[in-house]
């Protein structure tokens, strides 16, 4: 096959859609965004997958436009709540969490995440804590969201009333 020569500052604009299968691989668009200094306009997908640092790395380009209302697949099985919720607020559309099988994060990034209407399939996910102190309410409301294991083993200091107290440490 043969080579072109003097591409690399063109406008790209995208044809795909992504209904079908598991949506455009977000890798593959990153992969298009640094071969080309022009802007890519990728407004027809409505659909994408890939992994959360490729993903984020997509919504976060100057140079990728038109992007902010497809449903999106998290194909990671680890995820840190803060990096989620960041990926939850470039879109409208759905953000599909079915892959994760772990969440890292604080007990504000988890509830945020937790309680988002658009991120779809969580609940049954292990769950590691990173404060140190937290209310016994949050950790309650927590434990509400998900049948995993919450490993809440860097709280030092957990505050509240005692009915709360209680229920979290029952």
Known sequence: SGRFTGL??????LTDTGNSGSGVSIANLNTLYY???????AESITAVSGS????????????????GNEA????DNTVTSSSMNTLDTNTSGN?????VTRIYGSIAELLTLYGSFSVGY?????????DTTINAREL???NNYTSGVINAGSITTLIGS?????????
């Open 95 to 99: 953000v599909s969490a079915s892959a």
């Open 35 to 41: 071969y080309t200094t022009g802007y890519i306009n």
């Open 162 to 170: 005692i009915v709360d107290l209680n229920v979290a440490f029952a």
């Open 8 to 13: 690399g500052s063109e406008n790209v604009t």
């Open 140 to 142: 309650n409301r927590l």
């Open 72 to 75: 999106i697949a998290v194909t």
């Open 122 to 130: 969580l609940g049954n996910e292990s769950i590691t804590i990173t």
């Open 52 to 67: 959360l640092a490729n993903l984020l790395t997509a919504y976060n380009s100057n140079g990728i436009t038109g992007l």
